[in-house]
């Protein structure tokens, strides 16, 4: 079946710096990347699509310089969360498809805290 | 704006015990309807895809269920095991929009005790 690679699962950091996350889609070209975030006992929260060689498009209150994502590829995309502070601390995770007729397969996570 | 409900928000039940959650959306016009496992701190886990022409799907002890026309779809587990406790969220892709992306119910957290 279809596979999402993210890396790293966990990641601590000091505030102000910036933290990259990645998402490979291992068996499929992946179409479509979704970036989520996941507060404790909450549903995701779609944070931004990245379609291979355009420019995210972000959800409303999503800051697009302090998340910035890159989708170079039809197999990876990358969230760069740039002056990370506290509040940033979260569980992203992302998700990629190969198609509007096609099921969403899920990255296995990555808890940021930042210290 | 399509909006996702699920219930219950927290079922526990005994080893052995079939269960069904409920997952409704309020409009109708999807591409596919996902069910997904969430374990704690982990991501999610597709556990079934129904495309909208589609009334169910099985996968072991699993079945989902779509009524499109109702807004609605069910999640069957049968005989169910400590092994199935976790999270179960319940997404669907809608048409229209430029992102196509899922929108996810609030889950319902499943305890299973042996």
């Known amino acids: 079946g279809a596979v999402v690679s993210q890396h790293p699962s966990w990641v601590i950091c000091k505030s102000g710096t910036s933290v990259k996350i990645e998402c490979r889609s291992l068996?499929?070209?992946?179409?479509?990347m979704f970036w989520y975030r996941q507060f404790p006992k909450q549903s995701l929260m779609l944070m931004a699509t990245?379609?291979?060689?355009?420019?995210?498009?972000?959800e409303q209150g999503v800051e697009k310089d302090k998340f910035l994502i890159n989708h170079a590829s039809l197999t990876l995309s990358t969230l760069t969360v740039t002056s990370a502070h506290p509040e940033d601390s979260s569980f992203y995770i992302c998700?990629?498809?190969?198609?509007?007729?096609?099921?969403?397969?899920f990255g296995s996570g990555t808890r940021l805290t930042v210290v | 704006k399509q909006e996702v409900t699920q219930i219950p928000a927290a079922l526990s039940v005994p080893e052995g015990e079939n269960l069904v959650l409920n997952c409704s959306f309020t409009?109708?016009?999807?591409?596919?309807l996902q069910w997904f496992r969430q374990d704690p701190g982990k991501g999610l886990t597709s556990l079934l895809l129904?495309?909208?022409?589609?009334r169910e799907q099985t996968s072991g002890r699993l079945n989902a269920s779509l009524d499109k026309s109702s807004g609605r779809s069910t999640l069957y587990i049968a005989a169910s095991q400590p092994g199935d406790s976790a999270t179960y969220l319940c997404?669907?892709?809608?048409?229209?929009?430029?992102?196509?992306?899922?929108?996810f119910g609030k889950g319902t957290k499943l305890s299973v005790k042996p």
């Open positions: 129904i495309q909208s022409s589609q």
């Open positions: 068996d499929f070209q992946a179409t479509t």
């Open positions: 409009d109708s016009a999807i591409y596919n």
């Open positions: 990245s379609n291979e060689g355009s420019k995210a498009t972000y």
């Open positions: 998700s990629a498809t190969g198609g509007k007729s096609y099921g969403y397969t």
């Open positions: 997404a669907v892709r809608n048409y229209g929009g430029s992102q196509g992306n899922l929108i």
